[in-house]
């Protein structure tokens, strides 16, 4: 969601008069910057999960082709970048507990919140959602270079005269162009201060 684009929802219930409800609260709540696509079965949220993206999913656990917390996990496989927030009955409001803990972002129990708190979940989810991208994002990119770094342990080939390294393929490369090649690292040139009193006496 960048700022100042609507809100994409997508809202997946079954009960047609809670839908227009949420659909003019959101409206409300967002000052009406807010996209909703609403739908009433897992089979065709996922369909539309596949076709474009929603910052946010506003996900009934109780579905005709989906009950509890499968409903999370079949969601869950198809949201790559959206959050979750599933919407719970009082007597299932463990499930809400559960569904947490296997992918959703947040839980509302339905009839238990009011405007402000429905805003703050939304958007928390949001950010929490996006956290984490951010950090598998990192945990990703920290285990490629350690695994470019775990190439580089055994015997290098390194030429006693002028220094360069004989790569895999048997080609001798300057010390900066071997690492380049293997890393994202990048080289710049100076002199250090032994080298320059050396260069001095000359």
């Not at 100042?4 to 967002?30: H, K, S």
């Not at 993206?53 to 509890?68: E, M």
């Not at 190439?151 to 002028?162: D, E, K, Q, R, V």
């Amino acid at each position: 969601m960048s700022e100042g684009a609507p809100l994409r929802l997508l809202f997946v219930e079954d009960e047609e008069n809670y839908i227009t409800v949420m659909q003019m609260t959101l409206n409300r709540v967002f000052s009406k910057k807010v996209t909703v696509t609403s739908t009433h079965t897992v089979r065709d949220a996922v369909t539309l999960l596949k076709q474009r993206d929603y910052d946010v999913i506003l996900l009934d656990l109780q579905l005709p082709d989906s009950r509890g917390i499968e409903t999370v996990v079949r969601i869950n496989e198809h949201a790559e970048s959206a959050a979750i927030v599933v919407l719970t009955g009082y007597v299932d409001e463990s499930l809400g507990l559960e569904a947490v803990r296997r992918g959703a972002q947040d839980y509302l129990v339905k009839g238990g919140f009011d405007e402000k708190v429905l805003s703050r979940v939304l958007r928390y989810a949001i950010e929490r959602k996006r956290t984490a991208l951010e950090k598998a994002f990192i945990i990703k990119k920290l285990e490629e270079a350690l695994s470019k770094v775990k190439t580089l342990t055994g015997l290098l080939p390194i030429c006693a005269y002028c220094k360069s390294i004989r790569n895999d393929d048997g080609y001798w490369k300057k010390v900066e162009d071997y690492f380049e090649e293997i890393s994202e690292a990048r080289f710049s040139h100076g002199i250090c201060p032994d080298c320059v009193v050396k260069i001095k006496k000359h």
